[in-house]
């Protein structure tokens, strides 16, 4: 296994020393990352990138995806073609909507990105950090500058999950009085996407507002879907180094979910829905006020307080997709309502020798989530209301507070070490009644079944990390770098509360274990950018549920039921190719191997779920500032959907997830200077593929991605 890693390798660096030869390159360099590292970098990728202010990265793998240099589907927000130049990144696109971002690495989960700690402009977007940390929100990809993603140790700086950190930063506004962006694409079945910015700076002044409109019938049959968004800034300069703004930003969707589908289904005809009246839905409202400051050349400060208000509903039928919708079958309606109120703050201070650098921080959380369930309005609308009494009403809280500091030491230009401690202390509680209720093939599905039950609990859990990470200038364009970070992920709510009448363990306790990385990153010639990490993931203390051999639980026992380890590399190549003065050719090529297995607990030997072994992507942009193509193929080997490996079931629900491959294709025309026009298709050779399978919400069964789409921009930017 080990000699198909290294072949695969050399063969990535054989292939495009083959084709570079020379490019631009730009040198970075950041306030508090300048004593970090100055580093060349081609475009389109940045490595060592910050993230938010007063922050360290060294010696940890990080990137900036740079969204203004690549030629992707940003109407769509097609996040195949956006993470293409990332290695190891994992998609699930079990909807076309890309109204959510479903990416993980490493053989994590990528449903709604909850492996990470997904966040915009450092403000926290998730739904329930802790309890319920899915990512409804994904901001359009036309207001948004670059994405970063931290793998290596972003627990430290950030919190919870083993993925790291995800920041989406948005376009800094104009130095302008006054500049307008506007984006409207059209495309298949019935896709239509409108964009307006506009920013702007007066005197001391800034601001920046955007609003979006989306809506498309879908490729699949009931899959349709509308959506609006938007979001207004204004920031004010206290003094030259020292800035404050305040932002409001809100969603509101109406999806129509067409379901999962049995093998036998999908095989007929992918676009089949058998669930014309599922919807899902999640609006929800942000606001965060920000500071940001250098009180001098060696202390930076930076500040947030953020608060979220969203639900997340959703109203189906539940069944599988071999049992048909006769037009009457009784739905039930998730309601989630969120309500979270965010504080943190940060700083970091460097010597006057810039040989030591300290960040530090603080944040205060806290979260509440109202769960309900119960049955659902009958017809076919998208309405989402509790008929009667919710056979399930509790109101789960949860508090932070957390400590975490870092420090960097640089012994000499060559050599730097980095150490970081995290404190982090949970509590969590669940208050309300729930009841069994009446089963889906019944006149009286999903009402109560018999009297509640009362549920009053709570808990507490302190978790301390630490971390080290050490980075080597081996020359001025190479760079070594290794680290090792303990990880954690908090019980989620359904883990730790027994609403489901699966008794909790009493010792269950959050996923603990670590992650480490060894790796390095070159750009030997202006021609060439080449990166490298290895990693090794454990994740211990897994939960699941179990049935005891001592027959104390014979419907089940939530605990800890065993651990994985994770371990592969990821590798990226780029180069760029001087045809003349004005023509390029930019090729890359992305590819990571990851082997997933679990080494304790019932199903030890077994892979991962949802853990391909390869994932690799190959890809160029060609042309001039005027006229530009692209292509990009996309190839995924086979995983399976549950961690019992089931080769397959009749319903679609579990069984492997074959190999993929997925072409995408685009060509710009820059028609004056301040109008471009894209031609955008998707899925270009129309493959049949489905990226995950679902026993519940949003299947159950498997769930395709899309075939072939096409789509017009025009974009208008003076």
């Not at 970090?36 to 990265?57: E, F, H, M």
């Not at 430290?156 to 506004?173: C, E």
């Not at 990490?533 to 939960?543: A, C, I, K, Q, S």
């Amino acid at each position: 296994m080990l000699r198909k890693v290294y072949t695969g390798v050399g063969l990535l660096f054989a292939v495009t020393l083959m084709s570079a030869q020379q490019s631009d390159s730009v040198r970075y360099t950041t306030t508090s990352d300048s004593v970090v590292v100055t580093a060349d970098y081609l475009k389109v990728v940045q490595w060592n990138a910050r993230s938010i202010p007063a922050t360290i990265v060294a010696g940890r793998s990080a990137t900036r995806i740079l969204l203004n240099d690549i030629d992707a589907n940003t109407s769509a927000n097609s996040t195949r073609e956006i993470y293409a130049r990332t290695p190891g990144i994992h998609i699930w696109e079990f909807s076309g909507t890309g109204l959510q971002a479903n990416v993980a690495t490493r053989g994590l989960s990528a449903h709604r990105s909850s492996e990470f700690n997904v966040r915009y402009d450092g403000i926290d977007i998730a739904s329930d950090p802790y309890g319920y940390p899915e990512a409804h929100f994904t901001p359009p990809t036309e207001v948004i500058a670059s994405i970063d993603v931290i793998r290596g140790g972003g627990g430290i700086q950030y919190g919870p999950q083993f993925g790291g950190l995800l920041n989406y930063r948005s376009k800094p506004p104009s130095t302008e009085a006054f500049t307008p962006l506007i984006k409207i694409t059209g495309g298949s079945y019935g896709f239509f996407d409108g964009v307006g910015l506009a920013s702007g700076t007066i005197h001391a002044t800034s601001y920046n507002a955007w609003m979006q409109y989306r809506r498309a019938d879908g490729w699949r049959q009931n899959g349709g879907y509308e959506a609006l968004s938007g979001s207004a800034s204004v920031g004010y300069q206290l003094a030259t180094d020292h800035e404050i703004q305040l932002r409001y930003t809100g969603a509101w969707f109406v999806e129509h979910m067409p379901n999962g589908l049995s093998d036998a289904q999908f095989a007929t005809n992918p676009q089949l829905s058998v669930r014309p009246r599922d919807y899902f839905s999640a609006p929800r409202s942000m606001v965060d006020l920000r500071y940001h400051g250098f009180v001098s050349q060696h202390l930076e400060l930076f500040a947030t307080v953020s608060g979220l208000i969203g639900d997340r509903n959703s109203s189906s039928l539940t069944s599988v997709p071999t049992i048909p919708d006769s037009g009457t079958n009784p739905r039930r309606v998730n309601l989630d309502h969120f309500r979270n109120v965010i504080s943190e703050y940060r700083m970091a201070w460097s010597s006057m020798d810039r040989a030591m650098v300290i960040t530090g921080g603080l944040r205060l959380a806290a979260t509440s989530t109202l769960r309900q369930q119960g049955r659902g309005p009958d017809g076919s609308s998208a309405e989402m209301s509790v008929l009667q009494v919710p056979s399930l009403d509790i109101l789960f809280k949860t508090t932070d507070i957390s400590v975490f500091s870092e420090a960097m030491f640089t012994f000499s230009p060559e050599l730097s070490f980095t150490a970081g401690l995290r404190w982090q202390r949970l509590g969590s509680s669940a208050v309300g009644t729930y009841a069994s209720a009446y089963s889906a093939s019944t006149d009286s599905a999903f009402y109560p079944k018999g009297r509640p039950t009362s549920l009053n609990e709570q808990s507490t859990e302190s978790i301390p990390l630490a971390s080290f990470a050490v980075l080597i200038h081996v020359s001025p364009s190479t760079e070594l770098f290794a680290n090792i970070s303990q990880a954690y992920r908090p019980l989620l709510y359904a883990q730790q509360y027994p609403y489901d009448f699966i008794p909790v363990d009493k010792s269950i306790r959050s996923s603990h274990g670590f992650v480490s990385e060894l790796g390095f990153r070159t750009s030997p010639a202006y021609w060439l950018r080449a990166e490298c990490t290895f990693f090794f993931l454990h994740y211990g203390d897994r939960v699941g549920v179990i049935v005891p051999t001592d027959g104390s639980s014979p419907s089940g026992l939530r605990t800890n039921t065993g651990s994985s380890d994770h371990y592969g590399a990821e590798v990226g190549l780029s180069g760029s190719i001087p045809i003349s003065t004005s023509i390029d050719l930019q090729p890359y090529l992305t590819s990571s191997y990851t082997h997933a297995t679990y080494v304790r607990g019932p199903v030890v030997g077994n892979d991962v779920e949802n853990a391909p072994s390869w994932i690799s992507r190959l890809g160029f942009t060609f042309g001039s500032s005027i006229v530009r193509i692209g292509a990009s193929l996309s190839n995924v080997s086979s995983s399976y959907s549950d961690a019992s490996n089931t080769p397959s079931r009749p319903d679609g629900t579990l069984g492997t997830i074959p190999a993929y491959s997925v072409i995408d294709a685009r060509i710009s025309y820059q028609c004056t200077q301040w109008l471009r026009v894209q031609l955008n298709a998707n899925n270009i050779a129309n493959a049949a593929y489905f990226t995950t399978r679902m026993t519940a919400y949003p299947g159950p069964g498997l769930l395709p991605g899309e075939g072939r789409t096409i789509s017009l921009q025009l974009t208008y930017q003076p």
